[in-house]
Structures are given as C-alpha cells and as structure tokens.
C-alpha cells in the first residue's frame, strides 16, 4: 500500500527536511523518500508526544481527590479499574509490583499505543503504529527494560542461569547447557512478537477502512451518473461504514494497548522471579 503523507508531513518537511537530511548525511544513513527525509510515522509520533504531553500538563493542576473531573475519571481508568484490565491492575497481578515500581515505563509506553493507534480516527493523522519501525522501538523498549529488572534483581551471573533452569547439580547443569540457547532465542523473539502483533493489527485495521471505503464510493459515482437520486441511494452506505469501522478501530487500538500492557507485566514477572 502506498505510504500516505499528510498535509502536516508536507509541511514539517517543507521547514525541517533539509535539517533532517542533513543530519542523516551526516551519518551516512540515506532516506528511503529523499523529498521527505522526515517520514510520516516519525512526524505521527512526535504528534502523539506532544498530545500526551500537553494532555499531563493540562491535566496535572485539574486533579482533585474530592471531585475528579471526567478526564481525571478517564485517566484513573486507564491505570486502575474495576475489570481488572488497568495498567497498575497487570502489574500487580503479573508482576506483583504493588509498590509501583514499573508503572512510569510500561504506563508510559501504553499510554504512548493508545494515542498512536487512536490518531488515525481523525482524517488529517494516522496512526504511526502502523508503520512497523513504531512498534519495534517499543518492543525494543519493553525487552531492555525487563531484562535490565532481571539483572537487577537477580544479579548477572544468576539471572543469565535462569536461562538455563537455574541448574542445581551436575544432571541439570547438562540440560542447563541444551536448553540455554533456546531460551534466550524465545526471550529475543518477543521483540517480534510484540512487533508483528501490534503493526498487523493496526496496519490491517487501517488498511480494511481504506479497501471498504474504495469499493463502496465507486457504485456511488456510477449511480450519480446515471441519476442523482441513485447516486445518494447508493452513496447512504459509503457514509455509514466510515462510522462502523471507526468503531471498529477504536475497538483494535483499545485491545493491542491491553495486549501490548500484558505482556510485557508477564514478561517483567518472568524476569523477576525468584522460581523459574
């Protein structure tokens, strides 16, 4: 599918792209679009910073224990609800961080998913986590920072014999030496894992809009053509499913957030614990 590049891409580009070439010259890295040495997913998710930065801003002097607002509600919802699926409810269950510890990185990264794959809702964005190098940054993210807690917990040496079953006497150290490998070969795939899951989704969800919205806007031009009241029958369709799959987005992008929240909690649980 051909890369979309909005109007805002057009003009970051206009005003920055020859700094950013410049600099990408400069480490010998060449730009797969010359025209637009900024690309359209890092322009997105710079978008996404500055919404979910303003958003803390404006948020943090409007909060109140006595009478929360609706966004506070919202915001508390995201991290604690009474469904259990909140950003602190995973981690204290999968990670039993009831001090909090992991909160600021994993809510960070989800909060960061959430707005990134909600952009696209809105006609003049899209949702950077539909281009694969946004979600492999995050999984890249969640992979150092589980394991840096896993070291960190369990010291080098021992959290490096997790990966071979923590071997106890010789017989153990043998199958220690066979399973190894693979462990840390499974350990390393779920970077792809949290990749592919988050990126087809979002990519796909996207790409399903574009497709259903293409096919039903032709019948349309040809019943205009051949008489208006045609054209408007069948042009009722073309502007219900924009809504359906709207729904449907919101829908993909609130379940890939909670997958993309899960995981990396049973992952940081994994890696800190003290039985494998």
Same mark, same amino acid.
């Given at each position: 599918?051909?890369e979309?590049?909005?109007?805002?891409?057009?003009?970051?580009?206009?005003?920055?792209?020859?700094?950013?070439?410049?600099?990408?010259?400069?480490?010998?890295?060449?730009p797969?679009?010359?025209?637009?040495?900024?690309?359209?997913?890092?322009?997105?998710?710079?978008?996404?910073?500055?919404?979910?930065?303003?958003?803390?801003?404006?948020?943090?002097?409007?909060?109140?224990?006595?009478?929360?607002?609706?966004?506070?509600?919202?915001?508390?919802?995201?991290?604690?609800?009474?469904?259990?699926?909140?950003?602190?409810?995973?981690?204290?269950?999968?990670?039993?961080?009831?001090?909090?510890?992991?909160?600021?990185?994993?809510?960070?990264?989800?909060?960061?998913? *959430?707005l990134a794959?909600? $952009?696209?809702?809105?006609?003049?964005? /899209?949702?950077?986590?539909? #281009? @694969?190098s946004?979600? !492999? &940054?995050?999984?890249?993210?969640?992979?150092?920072?589980?394991?840096?807690?896993?070291?960190?917990?369990?010291?080098?040496?021992?959290?490096?014999?997790t990966?071979?079953?923590?071997?106890?006497?010789?017989?153990?150290?043998?199958?220690?030496?066979?399973?190894?490998?693979?462990?840390?070969i499974?350990?390393?795939?779920?970077?792809?894992?949290?990749?592919?899951?988050?990126?087809?989704?979002?990519?796909?969800?996207?790409? *399903?809009?574009?497709?259903? $919205?293409?096919?039903?806007v032709?019948? /349309?031009?040809w019943?205009? #053509? @051949?008489?208006?009241? !045609? &054209?408007?029958?069948?042009?009722?369709?073309?502007?219900?499913?924009?809504?359906?799959?709207?729904?449907?987005?919101?829908?993909v992008?609130?379940?890939?957030?909670?997958v993309?929240?899960?995981?990396?909690?049973?992952?940081?649980?994994?890696a800190?614990?003290?039985?494998?």
């Open positions: 599918m051909e979309h590049v909005s109007w805002l891409t057009t003009f970051v580009n206009h005003y920055l792209g020859g700094v950013a070439a410049a600099l990408l010259q400069a480490l010998h890295v060449q797969s679009h010359p025209a637009l040495p900024i690309p359209e997913y890092v322009v997105m998710s710079m978008v996404v910073f500055l919404i979910g930065a303003i958003g803390s801003l404006w948020l943090k002097p409007r909060l109140s224990v006595d009478n929360p607002g609706g966004a506070q509600q919202i915001a508390e919802m995201l991290f604690t609800n009474p469904l259990g699926f909140g950003i602190r409810d995973l981690l204290i269950e999968n990670a039993h961080d009831k001090k909090g510890k992991y909160t600021a990185m994993v809510g960070s990264v989800a909060v960061f998913i *959430l794959n909600l $952009l696209s809702v809105f006609p003049l964005f /899209s949702a950077p986590t539909a #281009e @694969k946004v979600p !492999l &940054g995050c999984a890249i993210v969640i992979f150092l920072y589980f394991n840096f807690h896993g070291f960190r917990h369990h010291g080098v040496g021992h959290y490096l014999l990966f071979a079953g923590s071997p106890k006497n010789f017989g153990d150290g043998l199958l220690g030496i066979l399973l190894f490998p693979v462990e840390i499974s350990t390393c795939a779920r970077m792809l894992s949290l990749t592919v899951r988050l990126w087809a989704n979002i990519f796909a969800s996207d790409l *399903l809009y574009v497709i259903f $919205l293409g096919l039903l032709g019948p /349309s031009i019943g205009w #053509e @051949k008489n208006p009241a !045609l &054209g408007v029958f069948l042009g009722i369709f073309p502007a219900v499913i924009p809504v359906a799959f709207i729904g449907l987005h919101i829908f992008a609130i379940i890939q957030t909670y993309f929240t899960l995981l990396p909690s049973i992952y940081i649980g994994i800190t614990a003290d039985e494998h």
